[in-house]
């Protein structure tokens, strides 16, 4: 960081005003002053010309005070229009002018070196940057001592050169006492402090450390609030948003930029140097999730502004061109990715010459290009190029050198120089920070992946194991890196890209498997598969339960929850429209982003204080296939599958040891099941279908037993097991008794063996239950509805169908105007179970917007009364059994690698152990009876599985061949906990038979009484 031109000038003007001079540089000093607030103005043409004319005054003076500072005010203004190469004669000259006129121990010659220093920072040598730093520290702290200003600026920029060059411990202790002397030497609140607070932060955040990253980012932010200057307070919030970014929490990044961003434009207007650079990082945060488009209007708008301001060759117009190149690279746009490289190159080759990182990292674009283009010749040539600088420039640490390695062993893996791939993948490796876990992860998994190769080729059995060893690596690194992501956005784009790794993973586990017969292949890569699946759902329900059981206050746990609630409910009035107007839209944007930042800091919060809090929801504990055969009983069998690109398993533990299958199921299984489930619903023959599913699925593992619990993965989830056919049946044969797994099986289903392990939390005390029922009639609509309602159409043994439990189970009905949704948010945390009988939407485009509808009301949340999937997260439920009997409450958006997102995952995750869903737009009439029976069944103590089997065959043993298809009743799911619910029945009828049962014992006490009594009487026999 440079000291400012207005804290040298008062510096140096004192020494100037002390010193003996031979000639009066009094006008060259005006010149100076002139220049100075010319260029603060922003008028350089006119600053340029005045110190020039300046520097001409004062050498016609000869030996005086005035020409050192205005050859440093002169390079000055060359550095900041990137001619560094050209400042770096004035900043020379100013030294050797200074060190005749005042000695080598004078403060003019210590900022001299300061700024000679700072230049060769920006050329890329920092070999000659540190050795002029440490020559200025030296005299700062020989002319003003430890603690002063000036000593802290100069540790600041050489903190920057060990920053760069990756040397952290030592960066981080220069930081740490600059940071240390200026709040001993500047006054409160100095923007200096904010500066050296965000250096500190970029520190610990290329180490890794993003929470005491952002903790320097908020103090910096603190002392921007209180000086109320708005770049200070823009500089924290991009800072922060580049945090956020890396840690993948782009929704949260993206937040903070546009807070930034509306900072900066409010301050300076459009075309400001600043705006670009924030338009630049909003550009990469949005290529970094894909989306293209947005990302290169970004880029063109901070280019556009670059141009206007700088003109064409300016440093960060190559920034911008190298963005947009490696953009279009990445898409394939190959001719115009080269061309927008070239141009960055020549202006980085003008700037900054050959031997600089910045030109380096062109050359490793232009041969990322060349290997899209299959001219690999090329693009080793580019590669070496770029790699021979870094390795030049000095440091054993470069990520960007392991970039321009990492290329290199790609181009020789394409080439089949897998000698060289591995020895370019090894040297990546060694270059790359130990906290770069991204890369490390990705180079590890490549690494194994190139070993696996060699393993088939060479028929080489170390070589797979080794390639086994580098998986369990990257794998667990992988694992590391997702306690640093908290939006569920971002986890969820992680979890995607992991897909990947785990099929590469799993691949190589099978081939070691089969080789060798050893065990412990088979189970890593059954807990492979467990971090592979429904983490999201796994870490929410480990966030919820480490609330509960972390030892936080309940103050804390209340603003939590208040501030989930908060967020969720702007959220909603955003995307729902209900915020129309321009004012009102930003209102809801501030008042979220506000929400967030609040929520964000009570978790790092909580997080510092509470290490148990920690532990309980960032520990990983996976299932292994070991606990799951323990926990099994005999006649169950728990069968979790593994869909993926490169091949499908399927894992079958029983109590008595775990198998493991390699499934034929190839790349049309998505379209075999979608095609059985169009034929379903629309009533047409899916035997064929049915029958190739099961074959696909179910029948490599054979001597399945009676009771299955399924963990579907992927399209899987879409499947209702039950409608398969484990025969192929005559044309002629009733739908009634065809081979259905229904007939043979007890099905069930969980989301993982992790959650259905898990411990579920207490039981509710409340015995009773919450029967729902809203109204969908046009006319109970009333005036002023939303468009959305239109489509939902009146259901008519909805009301039977409540009716009909409620009465059968005791409980609470609630129909007509009553069933709104606020009503439903009061009750149904103090129910031990819930039954909804309605209309259920699912957005695909959108998981977090799929509702279920409710009877329009006036409550405060709205008028809308559609509870969304993202307030169902909120519901504080401890229900041992909720029940969707609504249409598609089981499916949603397929997340690769994570499941669908459904409703039911959103009960799941508010506390209910067990749930009955949907997987399409269930019949009213046949639902009804299905769900009657159901409920019967569970008051006489069956399994929760078993109970809705038995309802299912009882209404196919009735069902005429119309109404037999598996459309009527294959489309319940039960998920989670199959007990018995407790005691079997409700509350009341519970009561009941008590009552009656010691009126019972009470009589039999009686009449033993009363027959003790006469045998006392009677005369003895005998």
Known sequence: MRPSIAFIYVSILSVGLCAQSPTDPTEALRLYAEAETAFSKGSYEAADSLADQGILLAEQLGKNTALPRLCILKGDFLME??????????????????????????????????????????????????????????????????????????????????????????????????????????????????????????????????????????????????????????????????????????????????????????????????????????????????????????????????????????????????????????????????????????????????????????????????????????????????????????????????????????????????????????????????????????????????????????????????????????????????????????????????????????????????????????????????????????????????????????????????????????????????????????????????????????????????????????????????????????????????????????????????????????AALGNDIFSFREALTKYQNSDALAWSLYRQLLAPADHLPEKLIIIPDDVLGYLPFDALLSEMPAPDVHPRNKAYLLRRHTLSYAFSATLWLREAPQKHSSDGLLAFAPEFSPIAYGEGTTPARDNLGALPYSRVEAEAIVQLMGGRLVTDAEASERTFDQLAPQYRMIHLSGHANVNDQDPMRSRIAFTPGTGTKGTDDFLELSEVFLLPLRADLVVLSACETGIGKLQRGEGIASLARGFAYAGARSIVTTLWQVNDAASAKIMQRFYAFLKEGLPKDEALRRARLEYLEQADAGQASPYFWAGFVPIGDMEPLPGGMGFQSRMKTFAIGLLLILALAGLLLSFTSSALLRPREG
């Open 81 to 666: 229009r990137s001619k560094f190469t050209e400042a770096l004669a004035p900043f020379t000259r100013a030294l050797k002018t200074a060190t005749e006129f005042y000695g080598e121990k004078d403060t003019i010659v210590a900022t001299a070196y300061n700024y000679i220093g700072i230049t060769y920072i920006r050329l890329g040598q920092y070999d000659q940057a540190q050795m002029h730093l440490d020559k200025s520290l030296t005299l700062r702290k020989l002319l003003y001592g430890e603690y002063h200003a000036d000593v802290s600026q100069t540790l600041n920029n050489l903190a920057i050169i060990y920053r760069i060059r990756c040397e952290y411990a030592r960066a981080e202790k220069c930081f740490e006492q600059a940071l240390a002397i200026g709040k001993k030497t500047l006054p409160p609140g100095n923007p200096d402090l904010a500066s050296y607070y965000i250096n500190l932060g970029v520190v610990n955040r290329e180490r890794g450390q993003y929470t005491e990253a952002l903790s320097c980012y908020r103090k910096s932010l603190e002392l921007a609030l209180a000086l109320e200057e708005p770049s200070l307070k823009a500089k924290a919030y991009n800072n922060m948003a580049v945090c956020y970014r890396e840690l993948g929490d782009f929704a949260q990044a993206r937040l903070y930029y546009d807070q930034s961003l509306d900072i900066l434009r409010k301050k300076y207007g459009e075309n400001h140097s600043d705006v670009a650079i924030i338009l630049d990082n909003i550009g990469v945060c949005e290529a970094q999730q894909s989306n293209v488009a947005s990302s290169l209007k970004y880029y063109e708008q901070a280019l556009a502004i670059r141009k206007q301001i700088y003109g064409e060759k300016h440093e960060s117009i190559a920034y911008s061109l190298q963005n947009i190149a490696s953009l279009l690279s990445e898409q394939n746009q190959l001719p115009q990715a080269e061309s927008y490289a070239r141009q960055a190159l020549q202006i980085f080759l003008e700037v900054f010459g050959e031997n600089n990182q910045r030109t380096a990292r062109v050359y490793t674009i232009l041969g990322e290009i060349a290997r899209r283009r299959g001219e690999f010749k090329a693009a080793r040539l580019w590669l070496d190029r770029s790699s021979r600088i870094f390795s030049a420039l000095g440091g054993a640490i470069n990520p960007e050198w392991a970039t321009a390695l990492a290329a290199l062993g790609e181009v020789a893996y394409e080439q089949k120089d897998y000698d060289s791939s591995e020895r370019y993948l090894n040297q990546a490796l060694a270059t790359l920070p130990p906290e770069d876990i991204g890369h490390q992860v990705q180079y590890r998994s490549f690494l194994a992946h190139i070993l696996f190769t060699r393993s088939k080729s060479l028929y080489s059995p170390d070589r797979l194991k080794e390639s086994f060893r580098m998986h369990q690596q990257a794998l667990t690194l992988m694992d590391s890196l997702r306690t640093h992501y908290r939006m569920e956005g971002s986890r969820q784009e992680l979890q995607e890209k992991a897909r990947l790794y785990f099929d590469k993973a799993l691949l190589c586990a099978w081939e070691c498997y089969e080789k060798t017969g050893e065990r412990l292949y088979l189970d890593q890569a059954f807990r492979w598969t467990e971090s592979s699946r429904a983490l999201l759902l796994y870490e929410a329900i480990r966030a919820f339960d480490a609330l509960r059981l972390g030892h936080i206050p309940m103050s804390l746990q209340q603003a939590e929850r208040d501030l989930r609630m908060g967020i969720s409910a702007t959220e909603k009035k955003i995307t729902s429209g209900q915020s129309r107007k321009a004012d009102q839209l930003a209102f809801s944007q501030q008042q979220l982003f506000r929400l967030r930042h609040s929520y964000d800091s009570l978790l790092r919060e909580i997080e510092t204080h509470y290490p148990a809090y920690f532990q309980l929801r960032y520990g990983k504990n996976y299932a292994s296939a070991r606990e799951t055969e323990q926990k099994l009983a005999p006649g169950t069998a728990l069968l979790n599958y593994y869909i993926g690109d490169s091949l499908q398993l399927v894992f079958v533990s029983t109590h008595e040891g775990t198998r493991w299958y390699r499934l034929p199921a190839g």
